[in-house]
């Protein structure tokens, strides 16, 4: 039982990035998935939510406007897309699960977490 993050980089500030989260070994369609994402030197925060089906989303109010977060449930795959990426996008971005997406979706349980990936955005 494994999740994995991953597709993080160097971005220039104004460009995309596109974060990628793989399941091993239990279907990720029957959960819900967050991103979260710590800065250097902050504590580590929710970005977004969706839920197992895909038709309920999140997100913190600093990516909202220029964020997409996505799944396929065929390929145990989520992802989080940020467009217009500013130096204070710079973060380890770390994906989870949880059972559902609400309005609460930063809070606990988060059952599953993968290991992060580092997002870094050059001005």
């Known amino acids: 039982v494994q999740l994995q993050a991953f597709g993080g980089g160097l971005v220039q500030a104004g460009g995309s990035l596109r974060l990628s989260c793989a399941a091993s070994?239990?279907?990720?369609?029957?959960?819900?998935v967050g991103w979260f994402r710590q800065a250097p030197g902050k504590t580590r925060g929710a970005v977004s939510c969706?839920?197992?089906?895909?038709?309920?989303?999140h997100y913190v109010d600093s990516v909202k406007g220029r964020s997409t977060i996505s799944r396929d449930n065929v390929n145990n795959t989520a992802f989080l897309q940020i467009d217009s990426v500013k130096p204070e996008d710079t973060a380890v971005y770390y994906c989870?699960?949880?059972?559902?997406?609400?309005?609460?979706?930063?809070?606990?349980?988060?059952?599953?977490w993968g290991q992060g990936t580092l997002v870094t955005v050059s001005s």
């Open positions: 969706i839920s197992a089906s895909g038709r309920k989303t």
């Open positions: 070994g239990f279907p990720l369609a029957e959960v819900a």
């Open positions: 989870a699960t949880r059972p559902g997406c609400s309005a609460n979706y930063f809070a606990p349980p988060y059952t599953k």
